[in-house]
Every structure is written in C-alpha cells, then in structure tokens.
C-alpha cells in the first residue's frame, strides 16, 4: 500500500490533483533515509546527549559500572568481580562492553553508559526496520519515533544497565526470525542473523534472550508450517552461546542457570522486586510508557474499527501479550523488565497512527485520536508553568530559561489544533512538544536530582573523614559510595563483619552500616565511631581503632 499522506478531516482519500496542507511533502516521508536521519538526530538528543548529566543512580547501576572498572583494573575479563568477590548473577559481554569502551576513553559514569545508549539506538532503528516492513515506512517511522521518547526506555538507555542491550537482541531477533520464516529468498543469512541476536541475548542476560523471541514467533504465526527451520536457528543459537558458558566454567554456569537465574524467576525476593503485587505490571506500564500512553487508547479502538487490524498487527499483538503474561508470571516483578514490551507497543502505536494518516479511520477512533492528542496538548500546557513551582528547591536549582514557555504555548497549539483537524502536521508538533518535554527532563531534571539520588556527595563526607588513611568496606556498603570512593585495591578492601576488629588492628579505617557493625566492636572497645554518614535514608558509620593509634 503506497504510504502517501492522506487527510483525516473528510476521511477519505484525496486525489493528487487537490493536495491537502503539507501533502505536497507526503512522499518524502514514505523514503527510508528520510525517517532514518530523523531518528538518528532525535536518539542523539535524547540517548547521547548530556549523558553524563546525572550521577549514578540507585545501587544497580553503580553496581555494575563497579564491575566494569574493576574488569579494567584488574584484566579479569572471564572473572567478573565487585569488590574483589566473584559475581555469578550475568554474563560477563556487558562488563565487557562497558569495560571495553572504559579502556578507549577512561573509566567514567558516561562512558560506561555509552553501550547502553548504542544499543538503544540500534534498538529505535530496529523498530523502525520491523514497523516498515510490516506496515509501511511511515509507520515504522512513526514507530521508532515513539520508542526514542518513551520515558522508561529513555531513562535505562542513558543508564549502565544490561537490559536495554537485550530489548535490542530480543527485537532483532524478532525482524530477522520473521524475515527468516516468512521468505523463501536469503532466508539463511536472515536465520544466521537471527541466531546472531538470539545468542547474544542469551549471552547477555540468559534465557530470556532465548526463549521471549521464539515464543513471540510461535505465537505470532510467523513460525507456521516453518517449525524446522525454527528448530535449526534455535539450534544454531544455542552453539554460538554455548562456548562462551564452557570458558566460564562449571561453577558459573551452573549457579547462574539454576540459582541467580531460573530462582529469580520462581522464588520472590523482596530485593528483586518479589513483594510486587501480581498485577504490578499493568499500572507500572501505563506510567513508564508516557507520554504514549496517552494514545493507547485510540490503539485499542482501531483494533475493533480499522479493517483487519487484529490480522495485519498480530506480531506486535502477540510479542505484547506473550512477553506481559510471561513477566506476570515471574515471582519477582521490576518496571526494567517493563522495557520487552515496549518495541511492540511503538509498533502498534506507529501502525495506528499510519491508519489514521492515511484515512483507513472513521467516526469514533478519529475523535478518540483527536481527544488523545488533545489530552497530550493539555497535560504539556498546565505542566509547563507549573513544574518551577512544584519542584522542590531541596533538590537543587534548575535553571528553567524558556522552557515553561515553551511547553505552555506549544499545548496549547496542539490542543487548539487537535481539536479542529488531525493531520500530520498536528502529529508532528505532538512529537517535537514530546521531545522538547524530553528535554527538559533528561538535561535539566535530572541533573538537578543529583543532590538526593546520587551517593557523590556521601562519598565525599566519608573522604573528608578518613583522610589519608587506608579504607576498609563491609560487603552492604550501597554500591554508589563504593564507587565514588575509589577503592584503589577493591579485592582487598572488602572485609567480613566479623574481621572489623582485625582491620582496625592493622591500621584501617572501616566503612559499614550500624545493622552490620558487631556490638562487640564498639562494646569492647576495640573501636569507636569516628563519623556517621547519611546517603537518602540510609545510615553509613566510618569506625576507627579506639586505641588513640593514627590509622595508616
């Protein structure tokens, strides 16, 4: 079907002979290179851009750039470590991507986040190849566009974390299996290409990077009547991956699979997210989505209105509702995991829009789509002055400029306009009022959050405290503190509680938690304490040897 732009105030097609506003660019939006540009200069705003802006944040993600430059300190590419201790809960290819780019350009909080911010480019273009082949390079434009500003993906691609790699080996296992399984031309470099990403799912975060695509294949239809070419790929995937499980040896593979893996999916953790309700899922989704949200929707309508929708849409229908009952079914429940089902609502929310453009709508779904795009106008017009009010100064200053301005009067004009006509014209202002919102939140935001999320602060008070004296840590110090502290010898920082006293004894300073402290220590007199930190609403004591000696 030719994706030229058609207008959806008089829902049917015009002729060429009486174009409607903006239509004489129509064809420039139905080339590939167009939307590709467009979508590498958007990623670079809102994936690259700044990245650095923010300080680690949450125990997580300081977690693992710990990791990394311990990796690079110590070449231990096989052996993963956080504090000297070996880690068995992922593979090491993330650590080794982030250690690698830590080896190029110096081990730093942005470049440790460089890999996730690829891959989340990778993934956008991704999204758009699927959408485009599927429906149409409007459509997987529109597709890749949604994605690239969907806040959830957007906060986790600026952030070290593993999972926005694997949502771009899921997703490239997904084009390439159904181009694969559905041709009968090139179709072994496709299922070559889809082992490719199959494996390095798994690679990266295990069976899921398996096991998600196949299923959302099966079910999809795509694998009909090509059962064992799927079988073939499966197994292809499997040996590309294995070597890699063989070189870590027993000990890592078979604790990774049976007790940090296939555990966190059948035993609730209340630190994994286990005390979640079982529907946590469904509101966490509405909220991280936005601001699409807002058009699902009209989504939804379409399925029941637009000609064949449920037909023509069953693989993203399908990579939806596998992936949701799937992580519903998990005994620990995490908005990160959130991030697999959101290249198949970009898809559906990109395919919707492409209907309505092109006038395959009517009645009901084209008032619901102007009230959607209403709304988006709406909530950007009342939030933009607002939010200079609302925020809390504690968090420190922001140096807001233009920006209620511009959020204010740019809702405005897309409520005002959403309510007379919808067209494309209207739908692109929706994007660039999203993205300027985007903006504000990933460059000015978040940066001005750093006072309470980020442990750079604590850190320093513990320097300041221990000055020039060796420092030890106990194994539940927060993450973000071990980082910033700069351990220069972290496999021999880290002490048991138990061995406190000795390492007072030799000299050092120790760094814990009252919970983890013996009361022997102090009660004996062995040590007292020497400073008490506070990082958000946790509590850290610097011990010292209260024999009076100098540590050192």
């Known amino acids: 079907m030719p994706d030229s732009h058609l207008g959806l105030e008089g829902g049917a097609a015009e002729s060429d002979s009486h174009p409607l506003p903006g239509q004489s660019h129509a064809h420039s939006w139905a080339r590939p290179a167009v939307w590709i540009v467009l979508l590498l200069a958007v990623c670079v705003l809102t994936l690259f851009a700044n990245l650095g802006g923010k300080d680690l ?28 201790q070996a880690n068995f809960d992922k593979p090491p290819v993330h650590y080794w991507l982030m250690a690698g780019a830590g080896l190029l350009l110096g081990p730093t909080e942005t470049v440790f986040r460089l890999p996730a911010a690829t891959f989340g480019l990778l993934t956008v273009l991704l999204t758009f190849a699927l959408g485009a082949h599927l429906y149409g390079v409007r459509a997987g434009g529109l597709a890749g566009f949604v994605l690239a500003t969907a806040f959830l993906f957007v906060f986790y691609a600026r952030a070290a ?8 080996c899921i997703t490239g296992a997904v084009l390439a299996g159904h181009l694969a399984l559905r041709s009968d031309r090139g179709w072994v470099a496709a299922g070559g290409l889809t082992a490719l990403f199959l494996a390095g799912g798994t690679l990266g975060k295990g069976l899921a ?21 799927l079988a073939g790929i499966t197994g292809a995937a499997v040996l590309l ?9 027993s000990e890592f593979t078979g604790r990774f699979l049976s007790f940090d893996h ?3 999916f059948l035993v609730a953790q209340d630190e994994l997210g286990g005390d979640n309700p079982w529907y946590f899922y469904g509101p966490a989704l509405l909220g991280n989505f936005l601001p699409w949200t807002i058009l699902l929707p009209a989504v939804g309508l379409a399925l029941a209105s637009v000609p064949n929708a449920w037909r023509r849409w069953r693989l993203p229908l399908a990579w939806f509702a596998v992936t949701f ?22 898809l559906l929310v990109g395919a919707a829009a492409d209907d309505l453009l092109a006038g395959r709508a009517r009645g009901r779904l084209l008032i619901c789509w102007r009230l959607c795009l209403a709304a988006v106008g709406a909530t950007f017009a009342a939030g933009g002055p607002l939010l200079p009010a609302l925020w809390p100064a504690r968090l420190g200053t922001v140096h807001w400029g233009i920006w209620p301005l511009v959020l204010a009067g740019g809702g405005l004009w897309v409520a005002y306009s959403a309510a007379r006509r919808t067209g494309f014209e209207v739908l692109a202002a929706t994007g660039l009022l999203v993205l300027a919102g985007l903006q504000l939140t990933v460059w000015q935001l978040f940066p001005a959050m750093n006072a309470t999320r980020s442990a750079r602060a604590a850190a320093a008070q513990v320097r300041t405290a221990a000055g020039a004296a060796p420092l030890a840590v106990t194994k539940d110090v927060h993450p973000g503190l071990v980082f910033y502290l700069d351990l220069p010898r972290p ?27 013996p009361p022997v220590v102090l009660a004996s007199g062995k040590g007292k304490v020497r400073a008490r ?9 610097v011990i010292e040897d209260a024999s009076g000696r100098p540590p050192g």
């Open 325 to 346: 009952v799937v992580l519903t079914m998990g005994a620990n429940k995490r908005e990160p995991y959130l991030l697999t089902l959101f290249p198949a609502l970009a």
């Open 57 to 84: 944040w949450g125990a997580d993600e300081s977690r693992h750039v710990q990791r990394a430059r311990e990796m690079v300190a110590d070449r231990q590419w096989m052996r993963p470590t956080y504090i000297g």
């Open 491 to 517: 496999a021999e920082a880290l002490v048991p509680a138990e061995a406190i006293g000795d390492a007072l004894q030799a000299g050092r300073l120790v760094l814990t938690t009252p919970a983890a402290l």
């Open 161 to 168: 974390f593993i999972d926005v790699p694997l949502v771009a």
């Open 209 to 229: 990077g398996l096991v998600l695509p196949l299923l959302v294949l099966g079910a999809s239809g795509s694998a009909a009547g090509r059962w064992g070419r």
């Open 533 to 541: 930190v506070r990082f958000q609403r946790l509590e850290f004591v």
């Open 241 to 249: 991956a294995a070597p890699l499980y063989v070189g870590l040896g």
């Open 262 to 264: 296939l555990r966190r």
